[in-house]
């Protein structure tokens, strides 16, 4: 399996090479909360059978999810498992640019795709490395997440009590059979992890201005994609955002839930393909 060493962290990755890699853009993907490159790769294969040939697609599982957990020893899991809040989406952003060193060198620009935390970690990424980044697409997420104290407090308290409930809120159903598979997905990644991922999140959102300030500096262009039936990110905080970037486009497409954007979305495919032309 692909895995990079950086700083004695395995990270997963999944790597597609345009057929004319001297002249090929290259897109990154970047999952949400508790998420891995899996919930990506509908994003993926899309890109891959339309554009396969103009864009290298990478693909990632974060540090300390999934297969990139699997690949860490106890020391560097336990490490992650102690970042500071305010260092986890940071810590986050500056794995994608080492990785994406390792893989295509120094002086690239990037076309960057987030969804839902991962949002947030492409915000980061934008503003540490402006220089690196093209434009950026976020979907299903935002600068401020809402993410409570009283959640986290209630996660570290009853993990899938609490993460079943907001399984429930983010497929917008009650069925059993559905929210067991998505806790299935989630508890590939340690618990702790996920946690910290929620933990990150509500950091970022009280902390991001200066970034917003970097970017439209930078005048990158972004994309915002949210849906008015997403329980989990409000399009109040959408619009919101899309006021902050003064760079930004931003549309509201039929997704049911907080999940359908990334399950063979017919408006998220034509959304993709406006986003990468133009």
């Not at 570290?156 to 067991?180: P, Q, V, W, Y």
Request: glycine residues 8%; charged residues 20%; contains cysteine.
């Amino acid at each position: 399996m692909p895995h990079i060493k950086l700083d004695d962290t395995g990270i997963f990755y999944i790597l597609h090479k345009s057929s004319a890699p001297a002249k090929a853009g290259t897109v990154i993907l970047v999952h949400g909360a508790g998420g891995n490159h899996l919930s990506m790769l509908w994003i993926f294969d899309y890109i891959k059978k339309k554009y396969g040939g103009i864009f290298n697609i990478l693909v990632l599982d974060l540090p300390f999810h999934f297969k990139s957990a699997a690949s860490a020893g106890e020391d560097i899991l336990n490490y992650g498992f102690s970042l500071k809040y305010e260092d986890g989406i940071t810590y986050y952003a500056e794995t994608i640019n080492a990785l994406s060193y390792k893989l295509f060198g120094e002086g690239k620009n990037y076309i960057l795709i987030g969804y839902s935390m991962g949002a947030q970690v492409c915000l980061k990424y934008a503003s540490l490395f402006l220089n690196n980044v093209k434009k950026v697409m976020l979907i299903a997420g935002c600068h401020n997440t809402g993410i409570s104290d009283s959640f986290i407090k209630s996660l570290e308290k009853s993990f899938d009590g609490t993460i079943m409930l907001f399984l429930r809120d983010a497929l917008a159903s009650k069925e059993k059979n559905i929210l067991n598979g998505a806790l299935t997905d989630i508890k590939r990644t340690p618990r702790q992890a996920v946690i910290n991922d929620f933990k990150y999140s509500k950091y970022y959102s009280g902390h991001c201005r200066n970034d917003l300030h970097i970017i439209n500096r930078g005048k990158i262009p972004f994309n915002l994609i949210y849906s008015k039936k997403d329980l989990i990110i409000k399009d109040k905080c959408v619009i919101e955002l899309h006021k902050k970037l003064t760079g930004s486009v931003i549309s509201d497409i039929p997704a049911q839930n907080h999940i359908d954007f990334l399950y063979e979305n017919y408006a998220m495919g034509k959304e993709i393909d406006k986003f990468l032309l133009t």
